[in-house]
């Protein structure tokens, strides 16, 4: 951690709830995925990343464009939404072979105090995070299966038709659509009841 700016107060004394976070940025460093044909789309997910737009934005790449690959990546506390997102498109395209590679990325916060002294310039503090971060490579072409983190297509993973109902959900087969059947009415209960023989009584004993 370093700190700049006009204070003389040292790092390690500064109450950081007198801080205001003005900025942040990540170190950029390559995809750890090599052989990428040139073009590839990168998703960088970020923590208020709206899922339907990314999705939009992917979908359109891989089905209107024929993108053959795509990357999404994620740090931090956005790593479960680029996960989600990875499942949706798997979900939707089907048949996607997978690799994923999770790593530490570097964050750079810079801190700002919030009431600088008179006639002195606001003291900055520059954060250097460390937070986990995910990349994950979709592609429709097969991968090589030895390398870490590879997942194949899962079996009977494929694009649902449109209007397709699940099989136990079909027309017929629900429990729904099964009929109950209805109770006989109360006069055949009536002459059930009067034909049921009433029970014998005790037999009378023969003296000899």
């Known amino acids: 951690m370093a700190a700049g700016g006009g204070g003389s107060k040292p790092v390690a004394q500064s109450r950081m709830e007198n801080f205001r976070k003005v900025r942040t940025s990540e170190e950029e460093s390559p995809l750890p995925f090599p052989d990428l044909p040139p073009g ?3 998703m960088k997910v970020k923590e208020g990343s709206k899922i339907r737009n ?3 934005f992917a979908m359109a790449q891989m089905e209107l464009k024929g993108s053959r690959q795509i990357v999404f990546s994620g740090c931090g506390r956005a790593v479960t939404k680029t996960i989600t997102c990875v499942e949706i498109m798997k979900r939707k395209l089907g048949g996607l072979h997978q690799v994923t590679k999770v790593r530490y ?15 002195s310039a606001a003291q900055r503090l520059t954060v250097h995070k460390n937070v986990p971060s995910i990349c994950i490579l979709l592609s429709r072409d097969p991968l090589d299966p030895t390398q870490t983190g590879y997942q194949p297509p899962e079996p009977g993973e494929g694009p649902r038709a449109e ?4 099989a136990a959900e079909a027309p017929g087969s629900s429990a729904k659509g099964l009929k109950r059947a209805l109770p006989p009415p109360r006069d055949e209960l009536a002459s059930k009841k009067a ?10 004993q023969q003296r000899p």
Do not use: F, R
């Not at 990325?105 to 006639?119: I, Q, R, S, Y």
């Not at 209007?163 to 699940?166: D, F, T």
């Open 40 to 42: 590839v789309v990168e």
């Open 54 to 56: 990314l999705m939009g």
């Open 163 to 166: 209007g397709s109902q699940p």
């Open 195 to 204: 034909q049921v023989p009433a029970p014998a009584g005790p037999q009378p």
């Open 105 to 119: 990325k570097t964050l750079l916060e810079v801190w700002e105090n919030k009431d600088p002294l008179p006639g």
